[in-house]
């Protein structure tokens, strides 16, 4: 696909995009097949999205044989140990530094970590864990590249709980909170004598991610609220500067009058076992048991092993959507992380 894409269209940027490529098993035989074949030519590759825990530094290293080394994206999403196994990331800040040294020493100068703020459970202490964790990569970074130039960019995106993951019962973090926190580690980074200036931070108010979690678990009702913020002149919501959180609240007060709900009800509320929520009719192969295990699963920090290399947790989704999992002929494992 990749040679008569590339013969075909005339372009030299092959990205391999898909939810998470880097979870296909045989993706290390993929990268350097590909890296051989363009070895020496115009073409560059990319994988575009990088799981600590399933990615590993050589297959980087693999796709930018050809190109340069300026940035590498890792995707921890929890600031603490604790948290990423509340989101079952089964990795350890040992791992991320010892990936990260990886690629500083490989030639890498920029490392982007993704995080996410208000998740389940999640504190301050939490938080501002991310702080700690930026400064230890480029300490790291320092160290194994001899060098001062290298850089690290905290990007934090809002957590919305979404239908149809052991999330779908949580409460989402109010948008004051989130801002507070969000604050508090700006001022721990850029405070940092040593290493502030290194370390880049990209974030986003919380107020948007309400309204996308209003969008996400909403029911039938909030259709009406939609319709309200387009008569009232909304337009391109998704583009910050067109975005109007006051209008939508005013929309929302105004639809949900006399309703029993508003909008808390929708985002910042934890819901029961019991409620029948608005997309249970809705069939997306996942068990309504499994997921409810699996979400207090997660409450209790308990990890839940990928079921490509463990006997079959029957979650539902093979049954019912007629699939099976498939491991190719190496049976290489990328779990735990491995670095070379
Ligand atoms: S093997 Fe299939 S049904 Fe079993 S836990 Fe994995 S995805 Fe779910």
Redesign the pocket.
Known sequence: MVENGVKKSGFEEVGLLSLSSADHSEIAEVAKGLADRYDGTNVSLSLPSTRVDAFNIDLANELSRNGRRSGLTFAPEGGSERLRKVINKMVSEDDLIRTVAAAYSSGWRQVKLYFMCGLPTETDEDVLAIADLAKRVIATGREVSGRRDIRCTVSIGGFVPKPHTPFQWASQLDHETTDARLKQLRDAVRQDKQYGRAIGFRYHDGKPGIIEGLLSRGDRRVGAIIEEVWRDGGRFDGWSEHFSFDRWVAAADRVLAGAPVDLDWYTTRERGYDEVLPWDHLDSGLDRNWLWEDWQDALHEVEVDD??WTP????????EMG???QVGPTGKQFLPLSVV
Do not use: A
Not at 312 to 319: I, R
């Open positions: 079921c490509r079959c947790f029957d979650c539902g989704v093979c049954p699939t099976d999992i």
